[in-house]
């Protein structure tokens, strides 16, 4: 019996857009930032990177809260989401958002942005949530770093906070820009589909 090594997980086919779908340019967009809010995560780094997207005006950001309120006991092992969703409900133009655990929110929530946002989280092996983002087709930017930097388009890459904020702004305001990249981004998932995960997997462990 060969090897199986890695298979990636499937994408959600509920969590999947037609990449051609028009999602105009508006006088602000919102970029979505739709990962744990853990420390380990590094969100530290993009609560300092949503002072900058935001201070133009240009951009809003939507902020996923994947936890809500947690028990005591959860918050004794780590406090960190709180304080970092603290930091970023007292910023402007940061909307902090719950899809409740209904995924047809979460699809809505997904599809009201223009953009997605990677974390900065190191050694990242994988993120369903970057996947999710691209199934709907939108774009997402993203540190320059690990796993991310090896599956986002490289023009999609930044290194530092301000080629972060020129990439944002010209998702927000440039159509033809947005549509190339929306288009790349849905594409990028198409090998995650379950069929094909699962066909993949049964010939590796055949």
Known sequence: MRSCGWCPPPRDERLVCDSATVRPASSTAIGIYNHRLYAHYGTERFV???????ASGTVRL????LF???R???KG??????KMREKLAALPHVQIVSDRGDRVRYKNLLAGARFGIAPFRP???WSMSVIDCQGMGLPVISPRL???AEHIDPELCFTTPAEAVALAERLASDD???AVHAKRAHASTTDFAPALVAARYLEAIS
């Not at 939507?62 to 809260?65: E, G, L, P, S, T």
């Open 72 to 74: 005591p006991e959860r």
């Open 77 to 82: 092992l780590d406090d960190s989401p709180e």
């Open 176 to 178: 033809e820009f947005h």
């Open 48 to 54: 300092d990177l949503a002072r900058d997207l935001v």
């Open 123 to 125: 050694g990242c092996p």
């Open 146 to 148: 690990g796993w991310l």
């Open 62 to 65: 939507r902020v996923m809260d």
């Open 68 to 70: 809500g309120q947690r």
